[in-house]
């Protein structure tokens, strides 16, 4: 999940992007955010989305599939 090919991750409120990716990773990361809301808490949304990325992989994983969908909106 972090490595040199991560370019933006989010932690609570907090959005933290490689320059040069922000216009790309902006509304992903908010994506995000509003997920850990929809959660409850981070640690909720944790608890299903390591297990996700476990079992399907992050890529398609179903919080990045969704996070990637409003990428273009």
Do not use: N
């Amino acid at each position: 999940m972090l490595g040199p090919s991560t370019h933006g991750l989010t932690l609570g409120y907090g959005i933290y992007l490689v320059e040069g990716f922000v216009e790309d990773r902006i509304k992903r990361q908010c994506r995000h955010v509003y997920q850990y809301g929809r959660a409850g808490s981070i640690a909720a949304f944790l608890a299903k989305y390591v297990p996700d990325v476990l079992e399907f992989g992050y890529r398609d994983a179903p919080d990045e599939i969704d996070a990637r969908a409003h990428e273009g909106e």
